[in-house]
């Protein structure tokens, strides 16, 4: 039974980096699959309302999906996927997109208010798609936040083995 789902950032690039996350994780002893966008197939980019629906689709028909580990965009369409699901157990989300969610008329703030799923935001101090301190503003007590040291300002997320640790430990200490 896999009950951690991977979704990754809206860039074409990002499904390398969600591949060579999703071995880590298998490798550190936590069952995860990858969710598949569309536009990996087809190209172009990414529909982030039609992503959030097919995944809300995979909620309601796989009820053994009770964990999201979520990077970027994939984080947004995590929480528009999740309204009115309530067996859902835990988020990890890696570098919230604020800037990317502004460019794209998408209210950050409704959703992150919304959430109500125990979640684990994993945040760069300086990632220019929204910094630590801007997230932290937005994060209300479900979630819990830290920061990973990450080399100048950018949005990769690149040293998976800090990923991986940070998200095992949050899964293995809260366990439902």
């Known amino acids: 039974m896999i009950n951690t789902l991977i979704l990754s950032g809206a860039s074409l690039n990002s499904r390398a980096w969600a591949n060579a996350l999703l071995n880590n994780l298998i490798a550190s002893g936590v069952e995860a699959t990858l969710f598949e966008y569309d536009h990996w197939k087809n190209g172009g980019e990414i529909d982030i309302e039609k992503e959030a629906k097919k995944l809300h689709r995979l909620f309601i028909t796989n009820h053994d999906m009770t964990k999201i580990i979520a990077k970027s965009a994939g984080s947004i369409i995590t929480m528009l996927a999740e309204q009115n699901v309530d067996r859902l157990l835990k988020n990890v989300f890696i570098g919230v997109p604020v800037e990317y969610a502004k460019e794209?008329?998408?209210?950050?703030?409704?959703?992150?208010?919304?959430?109500?799923?125990?979640?684990?935001?994993?945040?760069?101090?300086?990632?220019?798609?929204?910094?630590?301190?801007?997230?932290?503003?937005?994060?209300?007590?479900?979630?819990?936040?830290?920061?990973?040291?990450?080399?100048?300002?950018?949005?990769?997320?690149?040293?998976?083995?800090?990923?991986?640790?940070?998200?095992?430990?949050?899964?293995?200490?809260?366990?439902?």
């Open 104 to 176: 794209h008329n998408i209210d950050i703030d409704s959703l992150i208010n919304k959430n109500h799923i125990e979640t684990l935001c994993i945040q760069a101090e300086n990632d220019p798609m929204g910094s630590y301190e801007q997230i932290s503003k937005l994060i209300l007590c479900n979630a819990f936040m830290i920061t990973i040291p990450v080399k100048g300002s950018d949005h990769q997320y690149s040293d998976l083995s800090v990923l991986v640790d940070k998200i095992g430990v949050y899964l293995k200490i809260y366990q439902k």
